[in-house]
C-alpha cells in the first residue's frame, strides 16, 4: 500500500515550458487536492475534485489546469510554467464526500524551479 | 478568511520537554486538524478533533480545543529529537468550505 505518490520528485522548467504533474492514490479515496507550499504560506488550495470527472478551483487556480482521470489519479498541468509557480506542490487525497471535514493523507511533494 | 495561525513561528526545546503550539482562528468551524511536516517531506496527520470536542489524545500528542476562544493546543510530551518538524493546524467550517492551513510552527528538539 503505497499511499498517496508523486512523480516526478523534482523538476526544472524553463519559463513558457509546459508540464503535467502526476499523482496517483491506492486507498480508494474518492476526493483529491492540489495544494502548493511557499516559503511562509503555508498550504494553499489549487484544486480539488470531489470524484472522477469533477473538478473544483481553491485559492490559487490561474495558471493551472487539472484532470480527474479515473478514481485513482489527479494530475496538474501548468500550460505555460512562469518564475511564480516555482513551488513544493503536494498533491492529497481524502476518504469520503465530505473532503473538508475528514484526515488527508498527502504525497512526498514535487518540487518544481522555473527559471 | 479563517485562517488558523500557529504560535509560536518557531520553538526550541531540549529532549524530554513538553512542547506546546498554539492555533488561532477567526470564525466557527466544523473541525480542526494538525499535521506534522518533516523536512523535505509531504503532511502527516496527527489528530482531527471535532467542533463539539474539547480534548483529545494519541500517544504523547495532546490536543485541545476552546471554541469560545477560538483556539486550539497541541502538546507533544516528553519530546524526541525525531519529533523535530513544522507543525501545522488546519480549520474547516464543513459544507463546502475548503480546508485552511496555517502557516506552521518549526519545533526543533534539541538531544
Known amino acids: 500500500n503505497a499511499g498517496v505518490t508523486q512523480t516526478p520528485k523534482f523538476q526544472v522548467l524553463k519559463t513558457g515550458q509546459s508540464m503535467t504533474l502526476q499523482c496517483a492514490q491506492d486507498m480508494n479515496h474518492n476526493s483529491m487536492y492540489w495544494y502548493r507550499q511557499d516559503p511562509g504560506m503555508g498550504l494553499r488550495l489549487i484544486y480539488y475534485?470531489?470524484?472522477?470527472?469533477?473538478?473544483d478551483k481553491g485559492e490559487v487556480p490561474n495558471g493551472y489546469n487539472v484532470s480527474r482521470l479515473n478514481k485513482r489519479e489527479f494530475s496538474l498541468r501548468l500550460e505555460s510554467a512562469a518564475p511564480s509557480q516555482t513551488s513544493v506542490y503536494f498533491c492529497?487525497?481524502?476518504?469520503?464526500?465530505?473532503?473538508?471535514?475528514?484526515?488527508?493523507?498527502f504525497g512526498p511533494g514535487t518540487r518544481l524551479l522555473v527559471l | 478568511s479563517q485562517q488558523g495561525e500557529e504560535d509560536p513561528q518557531a520553538l526550541s526545546i531540549q529532549e524530554g520537554e513538553n512542547a506546546t503550539m498554539n492555533c488561532s482562528y477567526k470564525?466557527?468551524?466544523?473541525?480542526l486538524q494538525w499535521y506534522r511536516q518533516n523536512s523535505g517531506r509531504g503532511l502527516v496527520h496527527l489528530i482531527l478533533?471535532?467542533?463539539?470536542?474539547r480534548e483529545k489524545h494519541s500517544g504523547r500528542l495532546r490536543v485541545t480545543l476552546d471554541t469560545s476562544k477560538k483556539s486550539s493546543s497541541l502538546l507533544i510530551t516528553a519530546s524526541r529529537a525525531a519529533d523535530t518538524a513544522s507543525y501545522f493546524c488546519?480549520?474547516?467550517?464543513?459544507?463546502?468550505?475548503?480546508?485552511?492551513f496555517g502557516k506552521g510552527t518549526k519545533l526543533t528538539v534539541n538531544p
Open positions: 488546519a480549520t474547516g467550517r464543513g459544507g463546502s468550505e475548503k480546508l485552511v
Open positions: 478533533i471535532r467542533s463539539n470536542e
Open positions: 492529497a487525497s481524502s476518504e469520503g464526500d465530505l473532503p473538508y471535514q475528514e484526515t488527508q493523507y
Open positions: 470564525t466557527s468551524i466544523n473541525n
Open positions: 475534485s470531489a470524484s472522477e470527472g469533477t473538478t
